[in-house]
Structure formats: C-alpha cells, structure tokens
C-alpha cells in the first residue's frame, strides 16, 4: 500500500496539488503563465526541489493534450533554436544545484524569471527595434535560460513568453510553439530528474494520476480561452500574467 503521508497531510495540500494541476492543464493550452501562480505555494509547502518532481510529471501528460490539440500550429524554426541551448541549462543548473541550498532555490527562481520580465517589459517599449532579436545569440541565451528555469523549478513559461512574444507570433502558432517545445523539454529532463535528482517516485506518479481530472479540465479551460481572446488582449494578458505569478515566488 503507498504511504502518501510524506506528502499529504491536511486537506490544504490536497487542494493545492489539484489546483496545482488545473492550472498546468489551463496554461499549456493557452493560458500561458498562470502556473506560476500555484508553483511558488508547491514550493513552500513541499520544498523547492521536491515540488519540481511532483510538478514535473503533470506537465509531461498536459503537454500530450496541448501537442494533440495544436500539433500543426508550431513554428519549427524557433523550437529548433531554442532546443540545444535549453539542453545546455539543464547541466548548468545541475552543478548549481551542488553550490546553492535547497531553500535558496526558490528566490533562484524568482531572480531568473524577473530577468526575463525586464527584458520583456524593455521589449515592449522597443518594439520597433528589432535587431536584437535576430543577433545570433538571441535565441541561444533564452534557451539556457529556459532550460536553467525549467530544470529548477518548472519555471521556464515567462522565459519562453519573452523570447516568443519577441517573435511576434500570432496566439495559435505561440501556443503550438510552446507547446511542442515544452513537450520535448520536459520529456529530456524526466531521466535527470529521475536519475540525478532522485525526486520522482511511485508515490508521486500516483498523485499525478489522481490529478488527471484537473489536468484535462484546466486543458479544456484554455482551448476557450484562446479562441475568446483577441490577439492584442491576448498578448498584453500574457505579459500581465506572467508579471503578478512571478511576484509570489518571493511571498
């Protein structure tokens, strides 16, 4: 019989992990963003670096339903940049992880993400000027950023918000993008996460079946959300979304 008392103890932590789970369904689907609204509370409540084994897991079955529902809408090109840079992240943060503790990881996350805040934010006052993102090196730093922030602690989203909003991709080719490339991410760090980090077990595949559910409703809620939202509203949604989330992993 599994013993969920390492991880479930009061009600709260129930529902933390079922909203935890709405809300990757709703983001991967086009509500982008948002998980990092539940992510700072999985942290706290469960640990920096444990929170990203149970969180992991959730993320690899919604990027299936958001790869089914968008698979023709990617703009290769972009995944292709990003890909072998983000593979680089994960080593990187790998040996941070040997350098800083346990309970630094969370403010680590939040440094990470207000940097590509700050490059958005000044993207959009610049957005005439587009030299930048076409430099050679555009695409490889936000993919060593990503794949930084998604090693740490699942928080890659604002990363790829930035460099895709740069793009100026239109809402369906920036969710399939996303989505393909998320999709390929998180699958190539299920081993080291495994493997390396040792936080994924019986126990929590078992939680993340149980949050299924959520998952697929989240999912649901941001296929709506999508085709509702207009493109100008969609974007400045994003930007205003990922600014508030990042805010809570510092509270």
Do not use: H
């Amino acid at each position: 019989m599994i013993d969920f008392s390492l991880w479930m103890n009061t009600t709260y932590d129930w529902v933390l992990l079922f909203m935890c789970a709405l809300l990757i369904g709703m983001s991967k689907t086009g509500i982008q963003g948002i998980t990092l609204l539940a992510i700072p509370f999985m942290a706290i409540n469960f640990g920096a670096k444990p929170s990203t084994g149970l969180i992991l897991p959730m993320l690899c079955f919604s990027d299936l339903i958001a790869v089914f529902y968008y698979r023709r809408m990617a703009e290769w090109k972009y995944v292709f940049k990003l890909l072998p840079a983000a593979v680089v992240g994960f080593f990187v943060a790998i040996a941070v992880d040997k350098l800083i503790p346990a309970d630094e990881f969370r403010l680590l996350m939040a440094f990470c993400i207000f940097t590509g805040i700050a490059v958005m934010l000044w993207m959009e006052k610049k957005k005439k000027d587009a030299k930048m993102f076409t430099s050679w090196w555009y695409a490889p730093l936000f993919g060593l950023m990503g794949g930084f922030t998604t090693m740490i602690g699942n928080a890659a989203g604002p990363v790829m918000s930035v460099y895709l909003l740069s793009m100026r991709l239109p809402k369906y080719s920036f969710v399939g993008t996303s989505a393909w490339f998320f999709l390929l991410v998180n699958y190539l760090k299920l081993p080291l996460q495994i493997f390396v980090w040792d936080n994924i077990s019986v126990t929590t595949i078992l939680l993340n079946a149980m949050s299924i559910p959520f998952m697929v409703a989240g999912a649901i809620a941001g296929i709506v959300f999508v085709k509702k939202v207009p493109e100008k509203s969609y974007r400045t949604f994003i930007i205003v979304v990922t600014v508030l989330s990042t805010f809570m992993l510092l509270f």
